[in-house]
C-alpha cells in the first residue's frame, strides 16, 4: 500500500524568503508524484507532477520539486516567496501508470508573513 | 484540461435528511472520482464512479450512505443520505485527464 506523509502541518516563512515543504512517500511499486496548492475556499489546483525523467520538476507560480527516489522524497521548494502563496499544500501519489486513485497526504498550511 | 462544476458550493442541513451534490464536467470523461476532505484533514477518496456501471467505493464507504449516480460521460451526483454532524466535510468531485487530476470547488457541508 502506498502512503505519504507531509511532517510539517504548518510553515510560517516572512515574504520574499525560500521555503520547502516536504514530503516523504513509500510504495513498492513506482509511482507518480504530485503537488496541490488549495487556496481558502477553492477546489484543489495542480502545481507540479513527476512523472519520470528529470528528477527536478518545474511548476507553476515559481515552485519546483525534487524528486528523491533512494530518500523517497519529493520536496517542494520556492526561492522567494509572495503573500499570495499562502494556501494550504497537498502531496499526493499515484500507482505508476496511473491507476487513477491519488493518495494524499494531510497538507502543510503555508503562511507567508509581511 | 476539465473545468468541473459543483452544485451546491456549501449548504447547512439538519442531522437525518440527505443532500444531493452534482458534479458537471466539460468534457466527456470515462471516470469521475468524489473525495471528502474533513476539517483539518486531507482528502479522501470516497468512490469511483464510471458511466453504466454501479461506482466503486473504497473502504469505509458504503453505496447506501454515499450513492452515486453516473447517468452520461459529463455528469455525476453524489448523496450523502441520513446525516449526521460527522459527515460535515468538503466534498469534492474529480477526473483525471492525462495523469492530471481535476477538482471541482467542493462543497462545503455543515450538518447541524
Known amino acids: 500500500a502506498q502512503s505519504v506523509t507531509q511532517l510539517d502541518s504548518q510553515v510560517p516563512v516572512f515574504e520574499e524568503a525560500p521555503v520547502e515543504l516536504r514530503c516523504n512517500y513509500s510504495s513498492s511499486v513506482s509511482v507518480y508524484l504530485f503537488w496541490y496548492v488549495q487556496y481558502p475556499n477553492q477546489g484543489l489546483q495542480l502545481l507540479l507532477k513527476?512523472?519520470?525523467?528529470?528528477?527536478l520538476v518545474k511548476g507553476i507560480n515559481g515552485f519546483e520539486a525534487e524528486f528523491n527516489k533512494s530518500q523517497t522524497s519529493f520536496h517542494l521548494r520556492k526561492p522567494s516567496v509572495h503573500i499570495s502563496d499562502t494556501a494550504e499544500y497537498f502531496c499526493?501519489?499515484?500507482?505508476?501508470?496511473?491507476?487513477?486513485?491519488?493518495?494524499f497526504g494531510t497538507g502543510t498550511r503555508l503562511k507567508v508573513l509581511a | 484540461s476539465a473545468v468541473i462544476s459543483q452544485k451546491p458550493s456549501r449548504d447547512i442541513c439538519q442531522r437525518g435528511t440527505s443532500l444531493t451534490i452534482q458534479c458537471q464536467v466539460d468534457s466527456q470523461v470515462t471516470m469521475m472520482f468524489w473525495y471528502r476532505q474533513q476539517p483539518g484533514q486531507s482528502l479522501t477518496l470516497i468512490a469511483t464512479?464510471?458511466?453504466?456501471?454501479?461506482?466503486?467505493?473504497e473502504s469505509g464507504f458504503v453505496i447506501d450512505k454515499f450513492p452515486i449516480s453516473r447517468p452520461n460521460l459529463t455528469f455525476s451526483t453524489l448523496t450523502v443520505s441520513n446525516m449526521s454532524p460527522e459527515d460535515s466535510s468538503i466534498y469534492l468531485c474529480?477526473?483525471?485527464?492525462?495523469?492530471?487530476?481535476?477538482f471541482g470547488q467542493g462543497t462545503r457541508l455543515t450538518v447541524v
Open positions: 464512479a464510471n458511466q453504466g456501471s454501479e461506482a466503486t467505493y
Open positions: 513527476y512523472l519520470s525523467g528529470s528528477t
Open positions: 499526493a501519489v499515484s500507482e505508476a501508470p496511473g491507476t487513477y486513485k491519488y493518495i
Open positions: 474529480s477526473v483525471e485527464d492525462n495523469t492530471e487530476a481535476f
